[in-house]
């Protein structure tokens, strides 16, 4: 044991995801009072809409893959040469993070997540996830809560021997109208987003680093949560005293 509250997991049994990696790059304190002292940020009530539509739209990415074709509302110019990934078994098996993609650091560290989607290029592999967002996307946005993601997806598939394409793909999908019979139609984006394999591993170290250290760093600057957590401090102290 490395650092004090560690439960042993300095010793090379690391196992991080993109979206605790997410939360490393979002507030370093944070993440390591969750990873290392056990304190998570609350998550307050957790919508299901957007893993319903998840599964929706993987059983009909299924459907089409199947069929050896792309659905038709992808077979634009953007994805000539491009199919869907064959093996449904494997597929399967990423899509679940317990049987998901790894990869396994020189330290012992493992990177482990689930994967929507995949396609193919020639001999190249593309990571593809599917969002659901209330409002049509941006790229800003994509690059900025998303690029560590889909990094950490190419460097999963690389250390499983699948060479990257160098880029991957966010396909949003937005509400829109609701038209007859009150069925509501929803907006399309894909996005197309470079990837940075060694960034990935950079940032895997960087928060395994961090783990390691025996306090926590300090707050993001602003941060609600902790903004809340000094009002409520405060208004004890102010209670005690009186
Ligand atoms: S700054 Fe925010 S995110 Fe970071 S430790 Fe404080 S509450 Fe958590």
């Not at 996307?137 to 021997?161: K, P």
Request: charged share 25%; aromatic share 14%; with cysteine.
């Amino acid at each position: 044991m490395s650092a004090r509250g560690f439960s042993g997991k300095a010793s090379g049994a690391i196992r991080l995801s993109p979206s605790a990696l997410n939360l490393y790059r979002d507030c370093p304190r944070c993440f390591w009072l969750e990873k290392v002292r056990f304190l998570k940020r609350p998550r307050g009530i957790f919508p299901s809409l957007p893993s319903g539509m998840d599964r929706v739209i993987k059983t009909y990415f299924d459907s089409f893959r199947a069929q050896g074709t792309l659905p038709p509302e992808l077979r634009v110019k953007e994805f000539e040469n491009t199919t869907l990934f064959a093996d449904q078994a494997r597929l399967d098996l990423w899509r679940e993070w317990r049987t998901g993609l790894e990869f396994k650091d020189e330290d012992g560290s493992v990177m482990f997540g689930a994967l929507d989607d995949l396609m193919v290029t020639g001999d190249a592999y593309i990571p593809f996830d599917y969002k659901t967002k209330g409002s049509p996307a941006n790229m800003e946005d994509t690059i900025r809560y998303y690029q560590n993601q889909i990094d950490c997806y190419a460097l999963m598939l690389e250390a499983n021997g699948m060479k990257s394409a160098g880029y991957g793909y966010f396909l949003y999908y937005s509400p829109g109208k609701v038209g007859e019979k009150g069925w509501v139609n929803f907006h399309l984006q894909a996005f197309r987003v470079d990837v940075d394999t060694r960034r990935a591993r950079q940032t895997l170290r960087s928060a395994v680093e961090l783990m390691r250290q025996p306090e926590a760093p300090d707050s993001a600057p602003a941060c609600e949560y902790c903004e809340y957590l000094h009002k409520m401090n405060r208004y004890h102290s102010r209670q005690a005293a009186e």
